[in-house]
């Protein structure tokens, strides 16, 4: 029998055994189930400019946790080896809601102020986010978001009470850029306007060469973001050659520097990185 996932706008179908799109929802037993919970493919202890955050909690550092698989398939992903892969080929180690909260906890005294949900994307593993999320404010910590912003509504309502901040990726402004990444436009713009109802947001855009760099593009990415809230942050990052687009040239400095005085024009905060 076949059972709907929930999560993303993806609604995967999941015959009993079988896994859904983003490699970490299986059906099992007659219930969609996180089969990625706990399995954790990176911890480290980051300072928050580079989630990035550089206006929520400055000179802090943060412990980082990535399990594997994502709902999109961007081709210049720049964690591809854990967020393309599954639960078959991913190299994990459990650790317990219980024991990671334990761990950030230990790492006070070296400047840590919470847990970061990070490196692939976090809320197809909503359940371990929630779990930790929880107890890691009970103890005061912060909890971070670093995400693409694809999820339904629901599942984004129920974790917010528990989310400090939050980075998303805004991979570009049309519908059609969308599309290539199998994924949506409204659904992430919807995310970033309810979310910077509830916590501090920051917006993370990726330029990539002929794909999402023209001034258009831009006037009316910043347009729009202004909107919601002329304050949030938009960090423009330079696009590497990796995964799919290995052969591709990177950015020019100069496409970042004209594209972050358009977006100035409409947002306080505009930052460059990988520069």
């Known amino acids: 029998m076949s059972i709907q996932c929930e999560i993303c706008p993806h609604s995967c179908m999941i015959e009993d055994g079988h896994t859904g799109f983003c490699g970490a929802r299986s059906n ?16 480290a202890l980051d ?3 580079k989630k990035p955050l550089l206006r929520f909690m400055p000179g802090s550092r943060i412990l980082s946790v990535g399990s594997y ?20 080929t991913a190299e994990t ?7 990671l909260v334990e761990r950030a906890l230990e790492l006070r005294p070296k400047g840590n102020i919470g847990l970061a949900y990070t490196y692939n994307e976090p809320l197809i593993g909503c359940e371990y986010v929630f779990d930790c999320a929880r107890p890691a404010h009970d103890n005061g910590l912060k909890n971070v978001l670093v995400t693409n912003g694809y999820v339904c509504e629901k599942p984004l309502l129920d974790i917010l009470p528990l989310i400090d901040a939050m980075n998303i990726d805004l991979k570009g402004f049309t519908d059609a850029f969308y599309k290539k990444l199998s994924g949506d436009l409204e659904t992430v713009k919807r995310t970033i ?5 509830s916590c ?3 917006v993370t855009t990726l330029i990539i060469p002929n794909e999402n760099d023209s001034a258009q593009e831009m006037a009316a990415l910043s347009a729009w973001l202004s909107s919601v809230n002329p ?3 938009l960090h423009l990052s330079r696009f590497f050659p990796r995964y799919k687009y290995a052969d591709k040239a990177p950015t020019p400095a100069e496409t970042l520097h004209k594209l972050y005085d358009i977006a100035k024009q409409n947002l306080k905060y505009v930052y460059l990185g990988n520069l």
């Open 200 to 202: 501090h947001v920051e």
């Open 231 to 233: 304050e949030i942050p």
């Open 28 to 43: 099992i037993e007659g219930q969609v189930k996180s089969t990625n919970y706990g399995r954790v493919t990176s911890l």
């Open 47 to 49: 300072p928050i400019e």
């Open 69 to 88: 698989g994502c709902n999109l398939r961007c081709p210049f992903c720049q964690n591809c080896k854990i967020s393309m892969v599954d639960g078959l």
């Open 193 to 197: 306007a309810l979310s910077a109802q």
């Open 93 to 99: 180690t459990f650790i317990s809601p219980e024991k």
